[in-house]
C-alpha cells in the first residue's frame, strides 16, 4: 500500500499505475460487488462516457473513459478492504506522513533549489507543469499545477487537523510540525480556489463533528475574508489579477454554456472541450470549464449530471447514516469531499487523477464504514455477465 500511496503522492503521471493494477486484478479475478449508488455510478459514468466519445468520434474521450472503470475498481477495492474505523485512520495517517515529501519538494521549489528549468523528471515528479506557467512563483509540488497542490496540501492539513485532536505526547506534535508545513505550501500555491475549498470543507467538517457554533464562525469568516477579497483585492495574494481572473472565468462559462445547449443530452466527451472547433479562452484551449457541475454538463450532458446527482445524494444519506451512528471518521471523510467540491465551485481539480483519487477514496470509505454497520445491506455482484441483486451479511 504504502508503493501505491508513493506513486499517487509523487507522480501525477505515476498515479495511473495503481489504478491499472487494480482494475487488471479485478478483471483477472472475473468478478467484483458493487455494494452502492456510487460504485454502480462510476460504472454507469464509465459505460455512458465511452458511448458518448463514441458518438463524438473522439478517440481521447473514449480513452478517458476507461480511467471512469479503473475508479471503479479503486472504489470497489477501498470498500472491501477499509470498513473499520482503525483500518481508515492507518491509512490516512499514511497518506499525511507520505504527502510530507511533497511538501517538502514544493519548499525546495519555492527557494529554487528545485528550477523550474525543464527536466524529464521535473514533469514526471509535476514540479513542472507540461503546460507553461507564467506565474513561476506559485509552487505545484508534485501535482503539476498550483491548484491542484493547493488541493492536496489543504485536505493533508484537514487529515493532521484531525489525527492532532486523537494523538498524544510526540505524535501530536508531530501531527502540528506537519499541519504547519501543509499550511505553509497551501500559502505557496496561492490558490484562491483552495483557499475557499477548505473553509467550506471545514464548514462541513464542524456541522458533522457537532459543533454548530464552530461552523456558523468558519461561514462568517468565508463571507467577510470573501467581500473583504473583493473591496480590497490588493491585500491578498495575486489580487492585483482578481478581477481579470473573474472575467476570465465568466467568459468560459458563458462559451461552455453554449457549448451545453448544442448538446444538452449527451455532452462533448471528456476532451471535447479542449478540441472544440473554437477556443474557448483568450490564451489558447482549456480542458474543462472551471466548474465542476458545468464542465459534467458540457462533457457528458444531462444523463451524466443526473449520475453524479444520483452518486452524491446516496453519499450524502450514506454520510447522515454515519453521523447517526456516531462514526468519529464522518467529519473528516465529509470535510475532504466538501473540501474538492466547494474548490469546483471555481475549478475542475478531479480532472487530476491524484484529486479524483482523493474523491473516489474518501467516498468509498464512507460507503465501506456505512456498508459494516449495516445488518443486511444490499450489493450486485458484476463478472462476466450480470449477476440478480442478493442479500448478503455484512
Given at each position: ?43 454507469l ?32 477495492y ?7 474505523v ?15 515529501g ?6 525546495l ?16 515528479l ?5 503546460v507553461?506557467l ?26 493532521g487537523?484531525?489525527?492532532?485532536g486523537?494523538?498524544?505526547g ?9 499541519m ?30 457537532g459543533?454548530?457554533?464552530k ?6 469568516i ?20 482578481l478581477?481579470?481572473s ?7 462559462w458563458?462559451s461552455c ?14 476532451f471535447g ?7 474557448l ?19 457528458l ?7 453524479f446527482?444520483w ?6 444519506q450514506?454520510?447522515?447514516f ?15 469531499v466538501?473540501?474538492i ?14 484529486i ?24 450486485v455482484?458484476v ?10 451479511k455484512?
Amino acid at each position: 500500500m504504502n508503493v501505491s500511496l508513493g506513486l499517487i503522492i509523487f507522480s501525477p503521471y505515476l498515479a495511473f499505475l495503481p489504478l491499472l493494477y487494480m482494475l487488471f486484478h479485478y478483471i483477472r479475478q472475473g468478478q467484483w460487488e458493487l455494494r452502492d449508488a456510487w460504485s454502480r455510478g462510476l460504472l454507469l459514468l464509465f459505460l455512458w462516457s465511452l458511448f458518448v466519445g463514441l458518438i463524438n468520434e473522439s478517440i481521447e474521450s473514449s480513452l478517458a473513459a476507461f480511467v471512469m472503470l479503473g475508479f471503479v475498481a479503486v472504489s470497489v477495492y477501498l470498500q472491501e478492504h477499509f470498513q473499520t474505523v482503525k483500518s481508515v485512520e492507518k491509512l490516512l495517517a499514511r497518506l499525511f506522513t507520505l504527502s510530507i515529501g511533497s511538501a517538502v519538494i514544493g519548499v525546495l521549489a519555492k527557494v529554487n533549489i528545485i528550477t523550474y528549468t525543464p527536466a524529464w523528471w521535473k514533469y514526471l515528479l509535476g514540479t513542472r507543469s507540461i503546460v507553461s506557467l507564467e506565474e513561476f512563483e506559485r509552487i505545484s509540488g508534485t501535482f503539476n499545477n498550483p491548484n491542484l497542490a493547493g488541493t492536496w496540501y489543504a485536505i493533508m492539513l484537514m487529515i493532521g487537523f484531525y489525527f492532532f485532536g486523537r494523538t498524544k505526547g510526540k505524535r501530536k506534535l508531530g501531527y502540528a510540525l506537519g499541519m504547519v508545513l501543509f499550511a505553509t505550501v497551501l500559502v505557496m500555491t496561492a490558490s484562491r480556489a483552495a483557499a475557499i475549498g477548505i473553509f467550506i470543507g471545514f464548514i462541513l467538517y464542524s456541522y458533522f463533528a457537532g459543533h454548530k457554533k464552530k461552523m456558523l464562525f468558519i461561514t462568517f469568516i468565508l463571507l467577510s475574508s470573501t467581500a473583504l477579497m473583493l473591496l480590497f483585492p490588493d491585500l491578498f495574494p495575486r489580487g492585483e489579477i482578481l478581477y481579470s481572473s473573474i472575467r476570465d472565468r465568466q467568459e468560459i462559462w458563458k462559451s461552455c454554456f453554449h457549448m451545453f445547449l448544442l448538446k444538452p443530452f449527451t455532452g462533448w466527451g471528456w476532451f471535447g472541450i479542449y478540441h472544440y472547433k473554437y477556443s474557448l479562452y483568450l490564451y489558447g484551449r482549456i480542458f474543462h470549464a472551471h466548474n465542476t457541475l458545468l464542465t459534467i454538463a458540457t462533457t457528458l450532458g444531462l444523463v451524466g449530471v443526473g449520475i453524479f446527482a444520483w452518486m452524491f445524494w446516496d453519499l450524502l444519506q450514506k454520510a447522515r447514516f454515519l453521523f447517526a451512528k456516531s462514526c468519529r471518521l464522518t467529519p473528516l471523510l465529509c470535510g475532504v469531499v466538501a473540501m474538492i467540491a466547494g474548490q469546483g465551485i471555481f475549478d475542475f481539480t478531479i480532472m487530476s487523477p491524484q484529486i479524483a483519487l482523493l474523491l473516489v477514496g474518501s467516498s468509498a470509505m464512507i460507503q465501506g464504514l456505512a456498508y459494516s454497520y449495516q445488518e443486511a445491506p444490499r450489493s450486485v455482484m458484476v463478472s462476466s455477465r450480470v449477476r440478480h441483486s442478493k442479500w448478503k451479511k455484512a
